[in-house]
């Protein structure tokens, strides 16, 4: 669209606007270079991009793509923000968790750009009757806590509270969360928790303490188990919706009870889907607040979490940029309250030198990037506000099924929402095993001489409930029979690549081949010949067209030469592949399956 200047001088005055089908054309004559034979809205189909729950990512948008109004920051529906001035007067929250207090680890947080505490309290954490002692030196007044206790909950709130009077401070000036969540218990463990005690806990804190929240609504359970982010959204709502009706039966206002909640979503790398998320979040619990006769009440608090399933064990530096990115977004989609999980999350007790990296991440994004000096940077693109309606249709729809079900509760304990979740995350597996989702520094890019970075083992997290899923599980099986052969026999296991032509016809294909075996702990063999390789399998590498000239004679040879097994990195030749070649390694093959029959063939348990 052409907007003249006010002088009326427009630069671009003698050129008509293109329009979007001269863009599809365009489109159509790359696509037919590339051997494909479509045209118009088939050709922008091509270079979709297909998501979970539905969803599908277009090539382009235009003024075209038409979203419902997301209003103004401060104002219904709090697409846009839930505050009228964002996070523009000091950036979001920074919020670190510790489950242990044993290290000043706490007080070195809150002197270096931490703002809150999020505090795992009880089994598996600090002791109930460690807080006084981990929160020694922590300006109550100052600092919020929240906490995360589980079943432990009640002593936990009444030994927080018996802190802040202790140690004289105004009710009012009390900030922070209790961190009641009997239906995210339930969703960790299995066991239901009488939710009276939290009713009461929420009584008093409306009462005595303007603002101190005593539950959160934690999805974090559902996107640990592979829930999608539809998924994520629906559960929250359920929950939420299912505290409303607690609260309200004993006597508290709609006003109240939403005023009780906290939400708790993951943000991962996907950095538009979690930006999209959050605003779509905002969204829905204005709807559910309206709906149930309270407009003015549908502002929902959020803290997002850099997500675990992202984090990996393998080459755990490159989760620094993962949950830079993840940060990134969380504060884009205006998260109120941000928790950057250290590199070392998966791994064991963080050092203080990820403790660090983590609260600096936020500092960096804030003070340096200035990504707060504007309220939801993201607001007007045509994609991010497409994205975010479609992601709140989801949402909203899977929110509906539960209701239908019988409420969160229900579908808790008919096995129902385990088997939504696994049935998502089994689904993505496929794209994790084939690489369409790579993982950088595991199923692409691995390092097999890496030192193995060493923690303190962290305590076991709850469980008996909803399982807990990472990206890398697969591939990291692998790479421990791997490490078990190596500490066994002093090496690893070997594959010998068998490279055909010059180095501009199997670059791509042994580079391919190198990355693929070593995201199984596979080590490749380049140099020398297939006997002085130590391996028992080799691959042959080079472009289709030396295939056909001498794939089958390089075959017989390596098996002459004593390989067992020879793949060939590449697609089969019509009809029955290339003689003496037992199988084929392509872009898309089930890298997973193909590594582990490998390990098989050569032994490794």
């Known amino acids: 669209m052409t907007v003249l200047p006010d002088d009326g001088l427009s630069l671009a005055a003698e050129f008509p606007d293109a329009t979007h089908e001269q863009w599809q054309h365009l489109v159509e004559g790359v696509l037919r270079k590339s051997g494909k034979e479509v045209s118009g809205a088939a050709a922008e189909d091509t270079l979709s991009t297909t998501l979970e729950d539905g969803l599908r990512t277009r090539p382009l948008y235009t003024a075209r793509d038409t979203a419902p109004d997301p209003g103004l920051p401060g104002f219904a529906p709090f697409v846009r923000g839930s505050r009228a001035e964002g996070n523009t007067t000091g950036g979001w929250d920074v919020r670190q968790r510790h489950a242990a207090a044993e290290d000043g680890a706490i007080l070195t947080d809150l002197e270096n750009g931490v703002a809150s505490l999020w505090l795992l309290v009880g089994q598996g954490g600090i002791p109930v009757s460690g807080l006084a002692r981990a929160l020694d030196g922590v300006y109550l007044d100052l600092a919020p806590v929240v906490l995360d206790a589980g079943r432990d909950v009640e002593a936990a709130a009444a030994e927080l509270l018996r802190l802040y009077e202790e140690r004289g401070v105004d009710p009012k000036a009390v900030r922070g969360n209790l961190g009641a969540d009997p239906l995210g218990h339930e969703a960790r463990t299995g066991t239901a928790q009488d939710f009276a005690p939290v009713a009461a806990l929420a009584a008093r804190c ?26 994520e959204l629906g559960a929250s709502l359920a929950t939420g919706v299912a505290y409303l009706r607690e609260l309200t039966e004993v006597g508290l206002t709609v006003e109240q009870a939403c005023g009780q909640l906290e939400f708790r979503y993951a943000a991962t790398a996907d950095q538009f889907l979690t930006i999209a998320k959050l605003r779509a979040a905002r969204r829905l619990w204005a709807r559910v607040a309206e709906v149930c006769g309270a407009p003015g009440a549908g502002v929902q608090v959020q803290h997002a979490v850099t997500s675990p399933v992202m984090m990996t064990r393998r080459d755990p530096w490159v989760n620094m940029l993962r949950t830079t990115v993840a940060t990134l977004a969380a504060g884009v989609g205006g998260a109120d309250s941000v928790t950057v999980l250290p590199f070392d999350h998966a791994l064991g007790l963080p050092d203080a030198f990820a403790r660090r990296i983590a609260r600096n991440t936020s500092t960096i994004l804030v003070e340096e990037s200035h990504l707060a000096r504007v309220i939801d940077p993201a607001g007007g693109s045509w994609y991010v506000e497409s994205l975010t309606d479609e992601l709140a249709r989801a949402g909203w729809e899977f929110f509906r099924t539960i209701e239908r079900d019988g409420g969160q509760a229900a579908v808790l304990r008919s096995g129902r929402i385990r088997t939504d979740l696994a049935t998502t995350w089994a689904e993505r597996s496929k794209k994790l095993a084939k690489r369409r989702e790579p993982i950088t520094g595991v199923s692409e890019f691995p390092y097999l001489a890496e030192k193995p970075v060493q923690r303190e083992p962290a305590p076991e997290p709850a469980s008996g409930g909803l399982p807990r899923v990472r990206r890398d599980e697969a591939y990291e099986e692998l790479r421990a029979r791997s490490d078990a052969h190596l500490a066994a026999t002093g090496s690893r296991p070997r594959i010998f690549l068998s490279t055909i032509g010059s180095a501009a016809a199997y670059t ?9 075996f070593q995201a199984g702990g596979i080590e490749p063999v380049t140099e020398g010949s297939f006997e002085d390789s130590g391996a028992t399998e080799a691959v042959v590498c080079s472009s289709d067209a030396l295939y056909e000239e001498q794939a089958e004679q390089t075959a017989q040879f390596l098996k002459a030469s004593g390989a067992r097994h020879v793949v060939l990195a590449g697609r089969p030749a019509e009809p029955s592949g ?26 490794v348990s």
């Open 206 to 231: 409306a009462e005595a303490y303007p603002g101190l929240r005593a539950l959160t609504v934690d999805a974090l359970p559902y996107h640990e188990a592979g829930g999608s982010a539809a998924q």
């Open 508 to 516: 791509a294909r042994s580079t391919f081949a190198a990355n693929l």
């Open 578 to 603: 290339y003689p003496g070649v037992d199988s084929y390694v392509f872009a898309g093959c089930d890298a997973v399956d193909v590594l582990s029959a490998t390990l098989d063939r050569m032994g």
